[in-house]
């Protein structure tokens, strides 16, 4: 299990273009650490604007985000059988 956080600035207040913005950036994040875990999307949490000032005077608002993965799958113990999809035949051997 793994936590990833982000952060995104707009020039304008607009939660769901920041939630998105946070998304890519979490799943880059997870992408380069090589986490194969499943993110909780439904727990990501975006707070609220934070209306900043650049060094020239412009206003920013600033979003944060984390996600949280819960470990990736197990793999297969040793002779445990697989399931096979519906339908499917054995190969013959």
Not at 8 to 31: N, S, V
Not at 43 to 68: I, K, N, Q
């Amino acid at each position: 299990m793994a936590t990833y956080w982000a952060v995104t600035a707009l020039r304008r207040r607009h939660g769901r273009r920041a939630a998105g913005a946070l998304r890519d950036q979490l799943d880059r994040c997870r992408a380069d650490a090589g986490d194969d875990g499943e993110p909780d999307w439904a727990g990501l949490r975006v707070s609220a604007p934070r209306r900043e000032r650049d060094t020239r005077g412009d206003v920013w608002w600033c979003y944060e985000a984390s996600v949280t993965t819960s470990p990736p799958p197990a793999p297969e113990a040793a002779g445990t059988p697989v399931p096979r999809a519906a339908g499917a035949v054995p190969a013959a051997g």
